[in-house]
């Protein structure tokens, strides 16, 4: 069993739909869980970072996490084209910043 | 300036060749990374640099050798590489390594071996 599972899709939305992305885990260890997104041939640019249980809001992005359940999630609400790329959940838990990056979600939204 | 460089952003290479990828920040980052990211793959991590220090090696093959000759650069060297090794290597960059410290990437090297 991989440490973190998410559904590589990919995931087609309309423009304004919201997205759900999500991700779950089994280390119990982790502590700080982020969200990157990776357009093609560029590297990965994180976009949500949250630690423990909780959410956290930044603009039309929402992240939340659920430690009880092991399950990490992300929205983006008014989808725009611009917002089509990989979503990479990626918890962490140990002192060297080791990233443990899900399978990635593509997401196309429409115009 | 929250830029992380790398050179080249192609490269192709036989299997007896040897050549390096190039990594360059100035955000006075203190931990340096190298990734290796397959199509439709997460990036997987090869190596951390922690002040100038190997701190992690992820049991990477010794045909690919890391290099960090001050706190700005990074290097990865590569020799006698296998087709299978064809990616694209991404480097990353964050203050002090730590698991708060945000990890910049650059956008990659595509490497091609034949």
């Known amino acids: 069993q991989k440490e973190v599972e998410q559904d590589p899709g990919p995931l087609s939305v309309p423009e304004g739909a919201i997205v759900s992305l999500n991700c779950t885990y089994s280390?119990?260890?982790?502590?700080?869980f982020m969200w990157y997104r990776q357009y093609s041939r560029k590297g990965p640019e994180l976009l949500m970072y949250t630690y423990s249980s909780g959410n956290k809001e930044d603009g039309r992005f929402t992240a939340q996490v659920d430690k009880s359940s092991k399950y990490i999630s992300l929205f983006i609400r008014d989808s725009q084209p611009s917002d089509s790329a990989t979503y990479l959940c990626a918890p962490c838990g140990d002192s060297w910043g080791k990233l443990q990056f899900g399978a990635g979600t593509q997401v196309v939204v429409t115009p | 300036d929250t830029e992380v460089t790398q050179t080249p952003k192609h490269l192709v290479m036989g299997m007896t060749n040897k050549k390096s990828l190039k990594c360059e920040q100035h955000m006075g980052h203190r931990a340096m990374y190298w990734y290796k990211q397959k199509a439709k793959k997460p990036p997987e991590l090869m190596f951390v640099y922690s002040y100038e220090k190997l701190s992690i090696n992820e049991s990477v093959p010794s045909r690919f050798s890391p290099e960090c000759p001050n706190s700005s650069l990074l290097n990865l060297h590569l020799h006698a590489l296998q087709p299978e090794d064809s990616a694209l290597y991404l480097c990353?960059?964050?203050?002090?390594?730590?698991?708060?410290?945000?990890?910049?990437f650059g956008p990659g090297t595509r490497l091609t071996v034949l």
């Open positions: 990353a960059s964050s203050l002090a390594g730590g698991s708060t410290d945000t990890q910049y």
């Open positions: 280390n119990s260890a982790f502590q700080y």
